[in-house]
C-alpha cells in the first residue's frame, strides 16, 4: 500500500539555524500539506501547494518558512531561522483530487 | 471560513461499552467530513469519510459516523470499545471549494478494561 514517507524521524537544532524537513508523497497525489502539531495537541495547517506553487497558507507560515517541490517526488519544508516555538512535530500530508489526505509519520523537530 | 468542534477533551470508556466521539462543524457549502485516529508517537491514521450518499459511514477498525446535516455534526461511534482503541481522535472538514482541511483539537479517548 502506498504511503507517504518523512525524513528525518527527529531533527535536533540550535535556535537560529535552518533546517529543511523532507517528505515523499503518494506518487500520483496532486495536492500536498504541510501541518505542525505541538506536544500532541490541535493539529495546525501550515501550507498547502498545487500545481508547483503555494496555493492557501495560514498565518504560522511567515517569512522563514517556504516549500519546495524540487525534482517531482520530494517536497520539502525549510524554516530560515528556527526558533524555540518552532519545536513541534511537523506533519505533511498528499490528498488526489476530492479524496482524504494521508499522512506521513512525522519530524519531530527541537529546537535548543 | 471552515471551523471544527470537539466538545470533549477526554472520554473514558469501559471497554466492550459503546463508544461516541463528538464533531460538529461550520462550513459554507456542502462540507467533506473525516475522522483520523492518532496513536502515540505516530501520524494521523484515515478512519472514514462522508462526502455524499449515505448518512452513516463505515470505516476501519469498526468505527462508523453519523452526518447529521441539521445539527452540522459528524459523530464518531463504534458499538463495542477496545482497549486498543485508546487513542487521540480528530474530525475534520472541508468545503468544495477548496482542499485545505480544517481539522478540531482533538478527543482523546481512553478504553478502560
Known amino acids: 500500500e502506498p504511503e507517504v514517507t518523512q525524513t528525518p524521524s527527529h531533527q535536533v537544532t540550535q535556535m537560529g539555524q535552518e533546517v529543511i524537513l523532507r517528505c515523499v508523497p503518494i506518487?500520483?497525489?496532486?495536492?500536498f500539506y504541510w501541518y505542525r502539531q505541538i506536544l500532541g495537541q490541535k493539529v495546525e495547517f501550515l501550507v498547502s501547494?498545487?500545481?508547483?506553487?503555494?496555493?492557501?497558507k495560514s498565518e504560522i507560515f511567515d517569512d522563514q518558512f517556504s516549500v519546495e517541490r524540487p525534482d517531482g517526488s520530494n517536497f520539502t519544508l525549510k524554516i530560515r531561522s528556527t526558533k524555540l516555538e518552532d519545536s513541534a512535530m511537523y506533519f505533511c500530508?498528499?490528498?488526489?483530487?476530492?479524496?482524504?489526505?494521508?499522512f506521513g509519520p512525522g519530524t519531530r523537530l527541537t529546537v535548543l | 471560513a471552515q471551523s471544527v468542534a470537539q466538545p470533549e477533551d477526554q472520554v473514558n470508556v469501559a471497554e466492550g461499552n459503546p463508544l461516541t466521539v463528538k464533531c460538529t462543524y461550520s462550513?459554507?457549502?456542502?462540507?467533506?467530513l473525516f475522522w483520523y485516529v492518532q496513536y502515540p508517537n505516530r501520524g494521523l491514521q484515515f478512519l472514514l469519510k462522508?462526502?455524499?450518499?449515505?448518512?452513516l459511514v463505515k470505516g476501519s477498525y469498526g468505527f462508523e459516523a453519523e452526518f447529521n446535516k441539521s445539527q452540522t455534526s459528524f459523530h464518531l461511534k463504534k458499538p463495542s470499545a477496545l482497549v486498543s482503541d485508546s487513542a487521540l481522535y480528530f474530525c475534520?472538514?472541508?468545503?468544495?471549494?477548496?482542499?485545505?482541511?480544517?481539522f478540531g483539537p482533538g478527543t482523546r479517548l481512553s478504553v478502560l478494561p
Open positions: 501547494f498545487y500545481n508547483n506553487e503555494i496555493s492557501e
Open positions: 462522508y462526502i455524499t450518499g449515505d448518512n
Open positions: 475534520a472538514v472541508r468545503d468544495d471549494y477548496g482542499q485545505n482541511f480544517v
Open positions: 462550513v459554507s457549502g456542502n462540507p467533506y
Open positions: 506518487s500520483n497525489h496532486l495536492y
Open positions: 500530508a498528499s490528498s488526489g483530487l476530492a479524496s482524504e489526505q494521508f
